[in-house]
């Protein structure tokens, strides 16, 4: 009940199309779901995140679409650009003190210009 | 702000040595966390502080791995006896109020190779 499933591993998008990650989780006591954005050599950095209460949360580029009843959340990166290559990370935690982030295994996403 | 750092950057150890890595985390955080990243398992929690207190220790693998945190500015990560399957990027994050609202920092990690 404490996993978060990520899939794909990886992805290849051509320059300005659209690269969709997607996130599954099991605990329904989970309230907050961020993503983070991780470059070789250096720690995972947050990127965008969203609580339950909405469906959709966008910033830029960047949106993260969310479906309570299927327990499954995505990112969607529009217009991906070669600097977006990076490896990404779901994440999931309940709101309450005292508990941690459990992360995603990850996906690589590569960009090709 | 010089963010969440970490020393050393990479770490060579033989078997059976034993390792301790550190962490400085962002002045004002009360939480601080240790992760371990390999290809296999992705980024796994190991312990988890709160106001210098350890709070959940559960993804600790072993007696081998001890975490301290003697003062807010101060963490360490320590394996002894180190062996070859705990070659990772160990990362320490910092946050405020357990990142709910405003995420973790991670530093830059710890690349420890034991061979």
């Known amino acids: 009940q404490q996993q978060v499933k990520q899939s794909p591993q990886s992805l290849i998008v051509q320059k300005g199309g659209i690269s969709i990650i997607n996130c599954a989780y099991e605990n329904t006591a989970f309230d907050y779901f961020p993503w983070y954005q991780q470059f070789p050599g250096k720690g995972p950095a947050l990127l965008i995140a969203?609580?339950?209460?909405?469906s959709e949360k966008k910033e830029g580029r960047f949106t993260i679409s969310f479906n309570k009843s299927a327990k499954q959340f995505s990112l969607h990166i529009m217009d991906s650009q070669p600097g977006d290559s990076a490896t990404y990370f779901c994440a999931a935690s309940r709101r309450q003190a005292g508990t941690a982030l459990i992360f995603g295994k990850g996906t690589t996403l590569s960009v090709s210009s | 702000d010089a963010g969440v750092i970490q020393s050393p950057r990479h770490e060579v150890t033989e078997m059976g040595q034993e390792v301790t890595l550190r962490c400085k985390p962002i002045?004002?955080?009360?939480?601080l966390f240790w992760y371990r990243q390999t290809m296999m398992r992705g980024l796994e929690l190991l312990i988890y502080?709160?106001?210098?207190?350890?709070?959940?220790d559960s993804g600790m693998p072993e007696d081998r791995f001890s975490a301290k945190m003697p003062n807010a500015s101060f963490s360490t990560l320590k394996i002894q006896p180190s062996e070859p399957r705990d070659s990772a990027v160990y990362f320490c994050?910092?946050?405020?109020?357990?990142?709910?609202?405003?995420?973790?920092?991670f530093g830059s990690g710890t690349r420890l190779t034991v061979v």
């Open positions: 002045s004002g955080h009360n939480s």
């Open positions: 969203i609580r339950p209460d909405v």
């Open positions: 502080f709160n106001n210098n207190v350890p709070i959940d």
């Open positions: 994050a910092s946050s405020q109020d357990a990142g709910k609202a405003y995420g973790y920092t």
